[in-house]
């Protein structure tokens, strides 16, 4: 974490909640606190397990988790 005021603070958690919101959120309509609580945690798995990421070379995030391991393992 960089000192308050440098833009680059927050930047992945921004542009995370900017695509929950974009591609989950505005689409469904809430009626209680619990109903949005797992339709987040529904998102969530989906975002990582399901969804490709052209950043990763088109994988998911826990495809990527698991070779970056791999990897380490290697390494080490």
């Given at each position: 974490?960089?000192?308050?005021?440098?833009?680059?603070?927050?930047?992945?958690a921004e542009?995370?909640?900017?695509?929950?919101?974009?591609?989950?959120?505005?689409?469904?309509?809430?009626?209680?606190?619990?109903?949005?609580?797992?339709?987040?945690?529904?998102?969530?798995?989906?975002?990582?397990?399901?969804?490709?990421?052209?950043?990763l070379g088109?994988?998911?995030?826990?495809?990527?988790?698991?070779?970056?391991k791999h990897?380490?393992?290697?390494?080490?």
């Open positions: 974490m960089s000192r308050k005021g440098n833009c680059w603070d927050n930047a992945v542009s995370f909640f900017k695509t929950i919101k974009y591609e989950w959120l505005y689409r469904f309509k809430y009626s209680s606190t619990e109903q949005l609580s797992d339709s987040i945690t529904e998102y969530i798995n989906w975002y990582n397990t399901k969804r490709i990421h052209s950043s088109y994988k998911t995030p826990l495809e990527m988790e698991i070779k970056l990897i380490s393992k290697k390494v080490a």
